[in-house]
T-cell receptor, first 116, second 116 residues
Framework: DGGITQSPKYLFRKEGQNVTLSCEQN?????MYWYRQDPGQGLRLIYY???????QKGDIAEGYSVSREKKESFPLTVTSAQKNPTAFYLC???????????????FGDGTRLSIL | AQSVTQLGSHVSVSEGALVLLRCNYS??????LFWYVQYPNQGLQLLLK??????LVKGINGFEAEFKKSETSFHLTKPSAHMSDAAEYFC??????????????FGSGTQLTVLP
């Protein structure tokens, strides 16, 4: 079955350490997204990518970095510059806008990051 | 700029009762609107979406929503609640910053509790 796989499901980070969250999709989607979810705040967009080798900052990109070397993969690095990284991170993908507006986003099951 | 307001962060209903989750949006252009459901420690699953055409939209699991432009609302309803409906529900509006693909702005979510 096609879908989005996020790993690991739980991740712990020490102070001053960078960590990378994996996101892989086999839906043949062009666009991919990273969101951060905090209790009572809904989802906030960190980064998104419309095509390979291109990505754009979202609303809360500071302290995060991404790469898009392959269509299927969009890893997110939480750097030591992110002072409050404890959150639930969700990856999503969608068809390109050229294939019709209003395309829904499909989500992975998330990675929960905690600080030791 | 688009925004989404979900009235009521927590809603409780009895099993078999009507479910009504409220969503109001603001948008400077005709919106695309979505409802997602999230079960604990999982990603978001699309319930339904409105793009164009019929304003009453039917989704999965017996849910439906009606787009009312005059009221800028997109409330989610289900005639008879089931215990399995207990989850968090997110309303989202599609937005397009200049020069980029459409993105989603999410409401802060409504936690639905179904009482036996």
């Amino acid at each position: 079955d096609g879908g989005i796989t996020q790993s690991p499901k739980y991740l712990f980070r020490k102070e001053g350490q960078n960590v990378t969250l994996s996101c892989e999709q086999n839906l043949n989607h062009d666009a991919m997204y990273w969101y951060r979810q905090d209790p009572g705040q809904g989802l906030r967009l960190i980064y998104y990518s419309q095509i390979v080798n291109d990505f754009q900052k979202g609303d809360i990109a500071e302290g995060y970095s991404v790469s898009r070397e392959k269509k299927e993969s969009f890893p997110l690095t939480v750097t030591s510059a992110q002072k409050n990284p404890t959150a639930f991170y969700l990856c999503a993908s969608s068809m390109s806008q050229g294939q019709g507006f209003g395309q829904p986003q499909h989500f992975g099951d998330g990675t929960r990051l905690s600080i030791l | 700029a688009q925004s989404v307001t979900q009235l009521g962060s927590h809603v409780s209903v009895s099993e078999g009762a009507l479910v009504l989750l409220r969503c109001n949006y603001s948008s400077s252009v005709p919106p695309y609107l979505f409802w997602y459901v999230q079960y604990p420690n999982q990603g978001l699953q699309l319930l339904l979406k409105y793009t164009t055409g019929a304003t009453l939209v039917k989704g999965i699991n017996g849910f439906e929503a009606e787009f009312k432009k005059s009221e800028t609302s997109f409330h989610l309803t289900k005639p008879s609640a089931h215990m399995s409906d207990a989850a968090e529900y997110f309303c989202a509006v599609s937005r397009r910053p200049s020069g980029s693909a459409r993105q989603l702005t999410f409401g802060s979510g409504t936690q639905l509790t179904v009482l036996p």
